[in-house]
């Protein structure tokens, strides 16, 4: 089995290690939605390998410092660089355990995209939709595209109508009414 894993890592890793072209966005995320899920449905992997599998997957298209500043809105501007660096590496800690957590509740449901619509110059949302036997749920994966680059990163997704950004928008603010930056900080 190992030997196996190491085969497929450099092919992951090759294929999927570059910045996403605005003409190439709906393809790289039907192959990055396939890896995950093919990763997902080898039962022989071990949670730690596939958990590390799965970040190699979405690592090269989520911008997690982007991610970070629309999460504490206005309260960034106030933080250090050290706080910043360390509020980042932290917050990006706790995405991915929460999105990993999200998808091991995977059971065999077809991810479908559908279809990719510009919704300004520098923004792109990606619909999807997690088809299972009862249910359907719609993901939108939303990208902004990098000032003076044609490279475009994800900084946000909403999952059934909630998005992530804003949901802990308002929690991080409604901690910070009684508590401190690196007492936000610690708690992640």
């Known amino acids: 089995m190992l030997k196996k894993l190491l085969v497929l890592y450099p092919i992951v890793a090759i294929t999927l290690a570059f910045a996403i072209d605005e003409g190439k966005i709906k ?5 990055k ?5 093919t990763l997902l449905q080898d039962k022989e992997l071990e949670r730690e390998v596939q958990q590390d599998r799965v970040y190699m997957v979405i690592d090269p298209v989520f911008d997690y410092k982007i991610m970070s500043k629309i999460s504490l809105g206005k309260k ?46 520098n923004r792109i949302k990606v619909y999807s939709d997690i088809i299972g036997k009862d249910d359907t749920y719609e993901v939108i994966y939303k990208f902004y595209k990098v000032k003076d680059s044609e490279d475009w990163f994800i900084y946000d997704i909403d999952i059934a109508g909630v998005s992530i950004i ?13 508590k401190s930056i690196d007492e936000l900080i610690d708690s992640l």
């Open 76 to 121: 960034w501007k106030t933080l250090t660089d050290k706080q910043k660096e360390t509020f980042i590496d932290k917050y990006e800690h706790k995405l991915k355990a929460s999105y990993f957590e999200k998808l091991e509740l995977y059971t065999d449901q077809k991810v479908l995209v559908k279809e990719l619509e510009k919704v300004k110059s």
């Open 27 to 31: 393809t790289v995320m039907n192959l």
């Open 166 to 178: 804003q949901t802990y928008r308002k929690q991080f603010s409604e901690f910070l009414r009684t």
């Open 33 to 37: 939605i396939q890896k995950i899920t």
